[in-house]
């Protein structure tokens, strides 16, 4: 899987990737929160929440192809996104010729703290090395 993690936008949003397993079509990712990340009610803004769910979605799509681009992503908040970490968790829906279907579900977490779900998201990420 080739991603992009050390260069550009991954790399100043802080990504790390935690996990990719291409037997499940699962990938994991996180980045610590910072106050340059936060909207003026001290929440994280929506605007890194859908950054880190179309690196997440992204990287998952890569999984199964070389080369990617994000098509379209749907973002939905469900709560207000405070913590120490983001987690991003994208799986595979289903596998195309063109394109690579998948969701992704975005959570804030403190070090002693199971993770809160804030965000889910479902995209389509194109294959530029389709056969």
Partial sequence: MAVSGRKGFPAWLGVELLEADRETGT????AEVREDMTQHHGYVHGGVLGSLADIAMAWCGALVTADVLTHGYSLQFLAPAEGRW????ATMIRE????VAVEARISTQNDAEEPTLVATAMG????LDRP
């Fill in 86 to 89: 983001l987690l991003a968790t």
């Fill in 124 to 127: 389509s990420i194109w294959r």
């Fill in 27 to 30: 990938v994991t990712v996180r």
């Fill in 96 to 99: 195309g010729r063109r394109a």
